[in-house]
């Protein structure tokens, strides 16, 4: 008898890793979503996302900082949802219970670290500046580039409002002196619709900034620039005259002197009369409603009380006598202080 043959079978082995290698991806992104609602304790860590940064890169830096377990997993869920180019740059800080569709969620939505700056009232635009790069950490260069690009033809003195602000990280120095801009410019058009008035309280405000840090006086020491205006008598305000002198050198000793108020500069009011031709200083809110509404009052002198505030005067008699006062307190604080 003859022996049958059994057939032969032929496996075609490239069909079924082609089959397989096409049925991959679908078993990752399947086992992708199978953890996408699923939470692990996340120790308290921040994490920066840079401008420009693509997926590949956000998804390990955020494994590395062990914010998600696996960034395969954080690419192909982005891909499969199409949120790749929703990711918004900043400073994101995870904590917590936290799934890998939490963690997405948040950087789509931009939730990112908010931090505060305080700008106190009086300081000059290139003060400010100073102060901004500092507490923000951002080069001085870039806010000096910002603002030459937010004011490129115009003067830089008196035109942002010192107030506390908000802001992420990385820095946007252009970003924070426009809400800075535009805090001052509500204010004003809550005063007046007049740019050329607009501009005259920012000067106004400006000196009475420099000259109190008293709440109750700035209305008194509007009412005293007023009233020298409207009689033609020069303003004689020492604020002015050192601020001339730092614009003209770039610095001040810290002493003013006879000399100095002798010192002609555009901004010195003890030799020219009317206001000076810029702020002296960035004006604070009240400073600026102040200069607007000057207190009902016939004052054109005023000097330091020996107690923080200041003595008003209307004529000159009275003046001196307030000047002698302010004399002797200061010659009975030498005394005690030997």
Same mark, same amino acid.
């Not at 690419?75 to 936290?98: I, P, S, W």
């Not at 009233?227 to 770039?250: A, C, E, F």
């Not at 004006?283 to 000057?294: C, D, K, Y």
């Given at each position: 008898?003859?022996? +049958?043959?059994?057939?032969?079978?032929?496996?075609?082995?490239?069909?079924?890793?082609?089959?397989?290698?096409?049925?991959?991806?679908?078993?990752?992104?399947?086992?992708?979503?199978?953890?996408?609602?699923?939470?692990? %304790?996340?120790?308290?860590?921040?994490?920066?996302? %840079?401008?420009?940064?693509?997926?590949?890169?956000?998804?390990?830096?955020?494994? %590395?900082?062990?914010?998600?377990?696996?960034?395969?997993?954080?690419?192909?869920?982005?891909?499969?949802?199409?949120?790749?180019?929703?990711?918004?740059?900043?400073?994101?800080?995870?904590?917590?219970?936290?799934?890998?569709?939490?963690?997405?969620?948040?950087?789509?939505?931009? %939730?990112?670290?908010?931090?505060?700056?305080?700008?106190?009232?009086?300081?000059?635009?290139?003060?400010?500046?100073?102060?901004?790069?500092?507490?923000?950490?951002?080069?001085?260069?870039?806010?000096?580039?910002?603002?030459?690009?937010?004011?490129?033809?115009?003067?830089?003195?008196?035109?942002?409002?010192?107030?506390?602000?908000?802001?992420?990280?990385?820095?946007?120095?252009?970003?924070?002196?426009?809400?800075?801009?535009?805090?001052?410019?509500?204010?004003?058009?809550?005063?007046?619709?007049?740019?050329?008035?607009?501009?005259?309280?920012?000067?106004?405000?400006?000196?009475?900034?420099? +000259?109190?840090?008293?709440?109750?006086?700035?209305?008194?020491?509007?009412?005293?620039?007023?009233?020298?205006?409207?009689?033609?008598?020069?303003?004689?305000?020492?604020?002015?005259?050192?601020?001339?002198?730092?614009?003209?050198?770039?610095?001040?000793?810290?002493?003013?002197?006879?000399?100095?108020?002798?010192?002609?500069?555009?901004?010195?009011?003890?030799?020219?009369?009317?206001?000076?031709?810029?702020?002296?200083?960035?004006?604070?809110?009240?400073?600026?409603?102040?200069?607007?509404?000057?207190?009902?009052?016939?004052?054109?002198?005023?000097?330091?009380?020996?107690?923080?505030?200041?003595?008003?005067?209307?004529?000159?008699?009275?003046?001196?006598?307030?000047?002698?006062?302010?004399?002797?307190?200061?010659?009975?604080?030498?005394?005690?202080?030997?």
């Amino acid at each position: 008898m003859n022996k +049958e043959e059994k057939p032969t079978v032929n496996r075609d082995w490239k069909g079924d890793w082609i089959k397989i290698a096409a049925l991959l991806p679908l078993l990752l992104i399947f086992t992708a979503l199978q953890q996408i609602h699923s939470e692990q %304790e996340l120790k308290a860590v921040d994490v920066t996302i %840079e401008s420009g940064a693509a997926s590949a890169h956000i998804a390990r830096d955020l494994e %590395e900082a062990g914010v998600i377990d696996s960034a395969w997993k954080f690419r192909a869920l982005v891909r499969l949802t199409g949120k790749a180019g929703a990711l918004k740059v900043g400073q994101y800080h995870f904590e917590g219970k936290m799934s890998l569709w939490d963690v997405i969620r948040k950087i789509e939505r931009g %939730e990112v670290m908010r931090f505060q700056v305080t700008v106190p009232e009086g300081l000059r635009t290139h003060d400010i500046l100073s102060l901004l790069a500092e507490k923000t950490q951002t080069p001085l260069s870039q806010w000096r580039l910002a603002i030459e690009a937010l004011l490129p033809d115009e003067e830089w003195e008196g035109r942002l409002l010192p107030e506390t602000y908000t802001y992420a990280k990385p820095v946007n120095p252009q970003a924070v002196l426009s809400q800075m801009m535009e805090a001052q410019r509500r204010v004003l058009a809550s005063i007046t619709t007049n740019a050329l008035e607009a501009e005259r309280l920012r000067i106004m405000a400006s000196i009475i900034e420099k +000259e109190t840090g008293v709440d109750s006086e700035r209305p008194l020491v509007s009412a005293a620039i007023h009233n020298r205006i409207k009689i033609g008598m020069p303003l004689q305000m020492d604020p002015t005259v050192i601020y001339g002198i730092w614009r003209r050198d770039g610095s001040f000793s810290g002493n003013i002197r006879r000399k100095d108020l002798a010192a002609d500069t555009p901004w010195n009011s003890y030799t020219r009369r009317g206001l000076p031709p810029t702020p002296i200083s960035n004006p604070g809110e009240a400073s600026l409603r102040a200069a607007a509404n000057p207190a009902d009052v016939s004052y054109l002198y005023f000097v330091a009380d020996g107690t923080g505030g200041h003595a008003f005067a209307t004529t000159h008699e009275e003046h001196r006598a307030n000047v002698q006062r302010w004399i002797e307190i200061e010659r009975n604080r030498d005394r005690k202080s030997r």
